[in-house]
């Protein structure tokens, strides 16, 4: 029996397969215990021999290389996604939020590449030109449509995306560490510029608009303020009695 026409031997095949579940498997290993594990232990890990890391990964370097990576090339299909489905702005925010969710917990990958003078090597800065491009693009869109600060440079939202990742990993309630990202995240966005009314019988802004919640106080997603009735605090009811059963209880008496 031959091959299908177009179809790769099943040896390669393999090796590709192998090679994933390596990586995938480093992946996990590196975020749940550092990178000081041995190759052995990802090898045990992933349910292959020894042999077949060292194979494709001959030493912890290069794997650490692949990682770092394989993180990265996400992050530029991130923004690709982001760009197709959603408003230049929203695309912006939503991919930084995305970056940040994605690089928290992960601080000592950012330290092997401040200790390490040799970085980056060549896979690594190929991935990193990417998401560079990729990056640049949607900050260009979002400046062109007005949803961002003129002033924010590429640099500034790697610094932003930095200090947020770090931010959201040390708050000990993802929710509200969340939250506090978008808050971050929120001084970014050009300011709104409120204009004196010109007439006395203009129409009045709803009377919460300026004081209501523009994010949900359990979850921090952003809320939709009507122009009447009682103004929202959660998002929906699954925010709202996740909240209240929060609340302490009163002792009797």
């Not at 990178?35 to 292959?48: H, N, P």
């Not at 190929?126 to 869109?141: G, I, K, V, Y």
């Amino acid at each position: 029996m031959t091959a299908a026409p177009g179809a790769a031997p099943a040896g390669r095949a393999d090796a590709r397969r192998n090679r994933e579940i390596v990586l995938r498997t480093a992946i996990r290993v590196f975020t749940e215990e550092g990178l000081e594990v041995s190759l052995g232990r990802i090898a045990q890990r992933a349910g292959v021999g020894a042999g077949t890391v060292y194979r494709h990964f001959p030493s912890k370097e290069i794997l650490v290389e692949a990682v770092l990576a394989e993180h990265i090339e996400g992050l530029v299909a991130a923004a690709d996604r982001w760009a197709a489905r959603a408003t230049p702005g929203d695309a912006l925010f939503g991919f930084l939020l995305e970056v940040i969710e994605k690089s928290a917990g992960r601080q000592h990958f950012c330290d092997v590449l401040t200790a390490d003078q040799s970085w980056p090597r060549a896979v690594m800065a190929a991935a990193a030109q990417r998401f560079r491009e990729a990056q640049e693009r949607l900050l260009s869109d979002a400046k062109q449509a007005g949803a961002i600060r003129a002033d924010v440079r590429a640099d500034d939202l790697a610094a932003v995306a930095v200090g947020g990742a770090a931010l959201r990993s040390a708050h000990r309630d993802r929710v509200r560490g969340t939250r506090l990202v978008r808050l971050l995240l929120d001084g970014l966005r050009t300011p709104v510029v409120t204009k004196a009314e010109t007439f006395r019988d203009s129409p009045s802004l709803p009377r919460h608009e300026t004081t209501a919640l523009r994010f949900c106080a359990e979850c921090g997603a952003q809320l939709r303020v009507h122009a009447t009735g009682r103004p929202p605090r959660y998002c929906g009811p699954t925010c709202r009695q996740r909240a209240h059963r929060r609340r302490p209880t009163r002792a009797p008496g």
